[in-house]
């Protein structure tokens, strides 16, 4: 094994680790392996016999590259919203895929991510480094170019806003009994039954990747356009969404939405549904290519 065979085989054992802080800052799979691909780059073009600490050098490249990959997303909205439907990890219902699962872990649900982006790229990477990862505080200070104490008081201001990130159900057995009733629901044009799974102060958030971020809320509304959307000749699949319930829909054979959910006490409390087309088109949806 020649030296660079020796460099790929360490970098490859903190892979993992590398692609689920990215996709925790970046809610993104592609963008996520793009920033891990730019640090093996940086491997690659440095004397690695200098690094004394390889998983924690490339956690920080990794962590940089996501940085300033959020400052130029927060940058290039400018007066859009601070807020869009993350790109989410799609499995069939039959499980997560074993290559998703580390990617997952720590209940990585869309609605988490959804809170996620409302944060600052420096209180998202504060966060996610030393609460999700256990990196001290002293380590994260230079990245983001504050003090420690500057950099706790980062994490502190987003843990206050995650703590308000809806906890689901964790039984996925409830929840998809749910998915099935609201399906079912919508199929036949059912308001009543509609309303029955929704929790009265639902919020839906719809992103159709045109730069507005659709938001609906209370149980009427939302059912009122959830019975206008089955007159579209749909087909939903039921679909793991991050680890959770909920459900692709085609259109003649084409992904037209992607729909995550957060149950409480058996009743839906939000929906994040993804419809941005150039977005949908990146998504990995292998397991659902047999029934386009």
Known sequence: MDDNDFLAARFEEHQTHLRAV??????????????????WLRLSRTDSEEIENLGGWLTTV???????????RKARR???????????????ADGVDPEHEALLADSVGLALLVVLETLSPAERL?????????????????????????TRQLASRARRRVRGAPVPDADLTDQWEVVEAILAAARDGD????????????VVREDTGRGTLVEVRGAENVARRARAASQLGLVAWPALINGAAGWVSLLDGEVYAVAALTLRNGRITTMDILLDPGRLARLDLTAFESRR
Do not use: C, K, W
């Open 22 to 39: 990215a996709y925790r800052m970046l809610g993104s799979v592609a963008e996520a392996d793009d920033a891990v691909q730019e640090a």
């Open 62 to 72: 990794v962590a940089r590259v996501s940085l300033n990959a959020l400052r130029s």
């Open 78 to 92: 400018e007066e859009a919203l601070d807020v869009h439907v993350p790109e989410p990890i799609i499995s069939s």
């Open 126 to 150: 504060a966060f996610v480094l030393h609460d999700t990862f256990g990196v001290p505080f002293e380590e994260i200070a230079p990245i983001v170019e504050r003090s420690p104490g500057a």
């Open 191 to 202: 308001f009543d039954a509609l309303v029955a799974v929704l929790d009265p102060d639902i």
